[in-house]
Structures are given as structure tokens and as C-alpha cells.
């Protein structure tokens, strides 16, 4: 038997290292009856098991122990040797979200495995410490893609005037499209005034899904002098999804004048840009959209013409001043 101070803690650390996964996973669950510290360091050791159903219980264990307890071992196992370890203590702390763990996670970012690095900063991003931001600033030209992510993820958090300029430059500029993508979502809690360009140039980006999240971006934060990219976008954008994204922030927008192209998004044969269309039609809620709304009224998708009743409901409604 190892060499453990607790006999069970003993029993569980042969087990652990049995052959078979069946008996390793099973060992695991019964780690939550040993609290002590010992039992704990099992438990990050399972969190880095060659079996990804051990891996995967022991990061459901991880809750059944105090969080103070497994912080400070999940911090400790960041400088383990076992890369496996390392990865898989990074990940939980990313979904610990203790405050008393800052500290040791900004210290903890000497570490050179990018995946560690990005994990420790995905944390951070949870806590939204000011204390993190030059920490982020200088991982912003890290070489790893995943690091600068999340490293613009834990400025956009704390959604602060003074990281726009370069949020703003690496939505446009990062080589990484999941980069740009990141930093386009971070822009929403800026005055519209001082993104409104990096977002209309974001729906030009050579790739869908940044777009996409500029279209987003565009809708929650209603930038009016974007209305004309997105009617582009609704009409010609080669994917359906940045049509879809378009069309709903031309109705959050809430402007008549998107309403043609609205129109011709109603027409095409993908059932999610008919339901789009005629929901950004509701929201508009102007008498000129009701030929769209009609027209839909027959479509041959139930929740098309769903949609087409509600949103005549509304243009019938603002027509009459009552609201709706």
C-alpha cells in the first residue's frame, strides 16, 4: 500500500494507479469521502489521467471539495511536470472564479505552455481584476492565437475606455480570425460613437464568423450609420448566417429604410432568413413593411407565418399609437 498518513487515502492512491479506468474513475468519486490535503493532490493528479472519463470525473469532483482547498492545489499544479497536470489544473481554475486566486494566477503567468497561459487568463477574465490589464496588454502580441484571445477577453470584461484602441486595432488587424471575432464582441460596451467604424469594417472581413459577431455587435449596440453595410450584408453577404445576423440588427435598429432589403431577405429559401426578415419587420413596426408581413402570412413554414402574425400585430399597433 502507498505510503499515505490516511489509510484510505492510501487505498485510493493504489487504485488510482490501476490499469483499468473503470477502477481509476471509481476511485475517484470516492475521493470526495477523504477531505484531507492528500486527497485533494489525488484528485488534480486524475485531472490530468491518460482516460478522459477519469479526467472528466475528476473535474465533476472538483465541487464536492472547499474552494479554498483546491485552489491553492490547482495553483500549486501548475508548476507540476506532468503537462497533462499542468493543462488540466488550468481549466478548473478557469471555473473556480475565487478572488483569493488572483494573486497566485498573475504569478502563475511566467508559465510558457500556451494552453496553461491561456487558461490562466480565462480566469482572470472571470474575476475582472484591474490589476490583470497590463498583465493582458503584454500578451496581446503573444504568438499563440488562444493566448491573445484570451487575452483580449479579460480587457474586454473590464470594459474600460482606455483598452479600446487596442481592441479596436486587433479586431481589425489580428492575423487570428477567432482573435478578431473576440475583439469585435468585446466592443458592445463602448458608446457606439467610438466603435461604429471598427464594426462596419468588420462586416467586410474576409471570414463569416467575424462578421457574424460584427453583425451582432452592430444590433446590440443599434449604430444607425451601420444601416447600410448591413442591407449589403442582409442581400449579398455569401452566408446565410451573416444574412441572419444582419437582418436582426436592422430590426433592432429600428430604421424604415432597411426595409427593401428586408424585403428581398423574405423571399429566399432558407426558412431562417424568411423568419429574420419579417421579425426585423415587426420591430420596425412601419406601415411599409406590411407587404412583407402579408406575403408571409402564406409561407409555407409555421413559424414564418407565425412570426408574420406578430409582427402584423405590431405594425397595426404602432399604426394606431397604442405600442406593443
Not at 493528479?45 to 472519463?53: C, I, K, N, P, V
Not at 484602441?165 to 466592443?187: K, M, N, Y
Not at 432558407?270 to 426585423?280: C, D, F, M, T, Y
Request: aromatic share 2%.
Amino acid at each position: 500500500m502507498s505510503d499515505y498518513s490516511n489509510p484510505l487515502v492510501g487505498s485510493l492512491a493504489d487504485r488510482l494507479r490501476d490499469s483499468d479506468p473503470g477502477i481509476r474513475r471509481v476511485a475517484v468519486l470516492d475521493l470526495v469521502d477523504s477531505p484531507e490535503e492528500e486527497a485533494v493532490e489525488l484528485l488534480i493528479a486524475a485531472l490530468g489521467d491518460e482516460d478522459e472519463t477519469v479526467r472528466m470525473e475528476a473535474a465533476r469532483m472538483i465541487d464536492e471539495f472547499e474552494p479554498r482547498d483546491m485552489m491553492d492545489a490547482l495553483v500549486g499544479a501548475l508548476t507540476s511536470e506532468d503537462q497533462n497536470v499542468r493543462n488540466a489544473a488550468a481549466n478548473a481554475l478557469a471555473d473556480l472564479k475565487d478572488d483569493d486566486a488572483a494573486p497566485a494566477l498573475i504569478e502563475a503567468l511566467q508559465e510558457s505552455d500556451p494552453f496553461v497561459l491561456a487558461s490562466i487568463l480565462r480566469s482572470l477574465k472571470q474575476l475582472r481584476l484591474k490589476e490583470a490589464r497590463p498583465h493582458a496588454l503584454q500578451f496581446l502580441d503573444h504568438p499563440d492565437a488562444n493566448v491573445r484571445r484570451e487575452a483580449v477577453g479579460v480587457l474586454g470584461y473590464l470594459q474600460e475606455n482606455e483598452n479600446l484602441p487596442q481592441l479596436i486595432s486587433i479586431a481589425g488587424t489580428d492575423a487570428d480570425p477567432e482573435v478578431r471575432r473576440a475583439a469585435i464582441g468585446t466592443l458592445v460596451y463602448a458608446d457606439p460613437g467610438q466603435v461604429e467604424k471598427a464594426l462596419i469594417n468588420g462586416l467586410s472581413d474576409d471570414n463569416w464568423l467575424v462578421r457574424s459577431e460584427a453583425a451582432k455587435s452592430i444590433g446590440r449596440l443599434g449604430v444607425a450609420s451601420a444601416v447600410d453595410s448591413l442591407m449589403t450584408a442582409v442581400t449579398d453577404d455569401a452566408m446565410w448566417q451573416v444574412q441572419e445576423k444582419s437582418a436582426e440588427a436592422l430590426g433592432k435598429i429600428g430604421l424604415a429604410a432597411a426595409l427593401p432589403a428586408l424585403a428581398k431577405c423574405a423571399s429566399n429559401p432558407i426558412s431562417n432568413l424568411r423568419k429574420a426578415a419579417v421579425a426585423a419587420t415587426g420591430e420596425i413596426a412601419r406601415p411599409e413593411g406590411m407587404p412583407i408581413v402579408e406575403e408571409a402570412l402564406n409561407d409555407n413554414d409555421p413559424d414564418v407565418r407565425k412570426l408574420a402574425r406578430w409582427a402584423k400585430t405590431k405594425i397595426e399597433s404602432n399604426a394606431a399609437g397604442i405600442g406593443g
